[in-house]
Every structure is written in C-alpha cells, then in structure tokens.
C-alpha cells in the first residue's frame, strides 16, 4: 500500500472551511484514497473516498490532483464537533494479499476553535 | 439498527491471563479485521479476515490468534505471550475491498 504524508496538526476557525493536505506520491492506478477521523477514545467514521475525480457528500469534499499524487479533505463549514484526529489512507483494491487492507498512518489532528 | 458490537467497553486483566474480545456485526459483511491502537498513535493491523474459516496475519499478530467460525463474528484473544497488551483495540468490518469499513467503538484492555 502507497504511504500517506499528512501535517501532525491544523487549526481552524469554527464556521470557515478546513483543509486538510494528504501527499500520497507513490499512490498506484488502481489504488483509492479514503479518509477517516477518529473523536477521542472512539472508532474511526468513515468521511468519503475517491480514485480520480472529485467527490463530495453531506460530511466533506475531497478534492484530487490529477497525477493523484496528493489530496485534500475539505470540511465547508467547520464546527466545533469537527475536532478530530483525520486519516488519510491509500487502499488496495479487492484481490491479492492486500485485499481490502486499511493501512492508518498518524493523521492529522484538527482543532476547531470558536 | 444494523452495526458492530464491541464488548466489554473497557476490560482488566493480570499479567499472564489469555483474554478474549469480542467483536459481532449484523451488516452481513464478508471482512472483518482487528486494529490496535497506543496512546497518540495511528491504528495497526493486528488480523484481518476475507470469509469465514479464513484469516491474515497483519503487521502486528504476534502474541494475537483469532477465529472466524461464523460470518458475523470475529473475536479475538490477546495471549499472554503478547508483551504489551494494555492497548485500545478496534473491530472493523467491510462488504469488499473497495466499500468502506465500520468500525466498532473499541475495547480499552488494560493489563496489571
């Protein structure tokens, strides 16, 4: 699975848009980028996922390069409750040794402030 | 309401003691897995399973076995041959590869 790169920790004003930057330069064709978050002492939620083009859903917008070598998670409208540790995961496809495995690596703490 | 089920929510144990977690979903998904995650740290995959009577070794398995006899369930038990076992530990299931993965809300173990 391709290795993800992402800032330990941002900040952002409750009600503005938070932008969340994921590298994934060794990310391969068939590879999707997914992202999670985690509140403290839960389990990950599932935000949203791509492979090429742009994605959005009631929760955020992912936005991907066209050489797929980076991403951002987009939150419109922060809110307080948006306070979370963010992943960004490149996921192998069904089939091979690898199916379906998540590979976390340390992710993003966002911090929403009022 | 549809979901996995993590039991017990926090759990204590001597040192030497095997342990068993339990994990169950009602989602009707073909993989399960099992995520262990230290304090500040990022989620590592301790084993995961494709269908039933079926399952892979992680990064982490070490110290771990599980079992997978029924679709719906995916328990499994830190030995105490596991060094560190105080942890926090995450169930996760999935319809296929590419769907995404609910997990559970963990199990805090905490060994003494």
């Known amino acids: 699975d391709a290795k993800t790169t992402q800032p330990p920790s941002m900040d952002c004003a409750e009600g503005r848009a938070a932008n969340l930057p994921c590298n994934h330069s060794?990310?391969?064709?068939?590879?999707?980028v997914y992202w999670y978050r985690q509140i403290h002492s839960q389990g990950p939620q599932y935000i949203i996922h791509?492979?090429?083009n742009n994605e959005t859903n009631e929760m955020a917008s992912l936005i991907i390069t066209e050489d797929r070598k980076s991403s951002t998670l987009i939150l419109p409208h922060a809110t307080l409750r948006d306070t979370a540790v963010y992943y960004c995961?490149?996921?192998?496809?069904?089939?091979?040794?690898?199916?379906?495995?998540?590979?976390f690596g340390q992710g993003t703490i966002l911090t929403v402030h009022p | 309401d549809g979901g996995i089920t993590q039991s017990p929510k926090y759990l204590f144990r001597k040192e030497g003691q095997n342990v068993t977690l339990s994990c169950e979903q009602n989602?009707?998904?073909?993989?399960m897995y099992w995520y262990r995650q230290d304090p500040g740290q990022g989620l590592r995959l301790i084993y995961y399973?494709?269908?039933?009577?079926?399952?892979q070794k992680g990064d982490i398995a070490e110290g771990y076995s599980v079992s997978r006899e029924k679709k719906e369930s995916f328990p499994l038990t830190v030995t105490s041959a596991q060094k560190n076992p105080t942890a926090f530990y995450l169930c996760a299931s999935s319809i296929a590869g590419i769907t995404e993965a609910f997990f559970g809300q963990g199990t805090r173990l905490t060994v003494v």
């Open positions: 989602l009707n998904h073909d993989a």
């Open positions: 060794t990310i391969s064709g068939n590879e999707y």
């Open positions: 791509g492979l090429k």
């Open positions: 995961i490149v996921r192998s496809p069904a089939g091979g040794t690898s199916y379906g495995k998540l590979t």
């Open positions: 399973s494709q269908i039933v009577n079926d399952f």
